[in-house]
């Protein structure tokens, strides 16, 4: 199943290059900031368009945004996911367009707050995506209205930048046998994100009404992280929130082959002695899957797509006389 969507023209090499200024482009000129973005977009609907405000995107987090989940070894750190899939998409319709990725497996609302909000706001982004919490919430004894408190508090900094800032509610897990019992507490965390995000202006990537990836073949095989399929999924329903209109198609997961209900149980040993006992005893030992790992995208940077990338190569190639591989 083919996951990439390919750039529909290739790139001077220059560009691949191009060092970003922090000026408006003529795109933003004509389009606005972002929050007048917002209000045009209100106003028409919701229609989208290929054009977009944007110049400086940052994204903020854990696992989740970081990819993990979605491995691409000719990525940056080994993993693409949702966060670079729409990085691709805004870069097609500005030249100047740069990217940081600073989220970091494993970590935790309070350290997504101190490691990462600052270092974000000095690279001064008009665009700032976050998701936090979700490593807490499923933490037995973990209250989420406290962990709202936090999160708007960080919300509150962020807003100060007048960045466009989209904020992700939890994910319904109620189809997932191993998170069904933390439904209610995830539903109390995503009422709370909501409240402070409207206070702020931010837009809502609304994972809980994503019925899409309330599939178990969207996850990747720990249960935890999303499959390349969902990444993808969750990148299509990051554009519809910022009204950025793009190719990236709607794509189902292959059927699930029949399996008997002792092949299944099987299943679920093997998963609990390779995924969930190690997690369990990463938690006893309060050791992270993100201890002495740095964010893969530290700072803002040109940025393209893979396949812009390789266009951008093969023409160097086709210019020189060496074959192209």
């Known amino acids: 199943m083919e996951l990439y969507r390919r750039a529909p023209t290739s790139p001077r090499l220059s560009d691949v290059f191009r060092v970003v200024p922090r000026v408006p482009s003529a795109c933003q000129e004509r389009l606005g900031s972002g929050s007048e973005w917002k209000q045009r977009n209100a106003i028409l609907g919701g229609l989208l368009t ?21 491995p691409e070894p000719e990525s940056v750190g080994g993993n693409r996911g949702w966060a670079d899939r729409v990085a691709e998409v805004l870069a097609e319709s500005a030249p100047d367009f740069a990217y940081a990725n600073l989220a970091v497996r494993g970590k935790l609302l309070h350290q997504i707050v101190t490691e990462q909000i600052e270092p974000a706001i000095a690279l001064k982004p008009d665009l700032i995506t976050i998701s936090a919490g979700g490593n807490d919430v499923i933490r037995p004894g973990s209250d989420p209205d406290a962990l709202a408190a936090e999160f708007g508090t960080a919300l509150t900094r962020l807003a100060e930048t007048g960045a466009t800032i989209v904020v992700f509610t939890g994910v319904d897990v109620g189809f997932s046998p191993v998170f069904q019992r933390i439904r209610g507490k995830v539903a109390i965390y995503n009422e709370n994100l909501r409240r402070v995000a409207a206070q702020h202006d931010a837009l809502i990537a609304d994972q809980w009404a994503l019925t899409d990836i309330q599939d178990a073949r969207m996850w990747d095989r720990d249960r935890l992280h999303l499959a390349p399929l969902g990444h993808h999924t969750v990148a299509r329903m990051v554009l519809r929130t910022l009204g950025v209109e793009n190719d990236l198609e709607p794509m189902k997961p292959e059927p699930l082959p029949k399996t008997t209900w002792r092949a299944a149980r099987s299943e679920d040993l093997v998963w609990a002695r390779e995924y969930f006992v190690p997690w369990v005893i990463r938690r ?18 040109p940025f393209l797509s893979r396949a812009a990338v390789d266009a951008a190569g093969a023409d160097v190639s086709a210019t020189s006389g060496d074959p192209v591989p």
């Open 50 to 70: 290929s054009e977009h405000p944007w110049l400086r995107y940052v994204a903020l987090g854990d696992s989740f945004t970081e990819g993990i989940g979605d």
């Open 284 to 301: 006893i030992r309060r050791v992270s899957s993100g201890d002495n790992i740095l964010p893969k995208r530290p700072d803002v940077g």
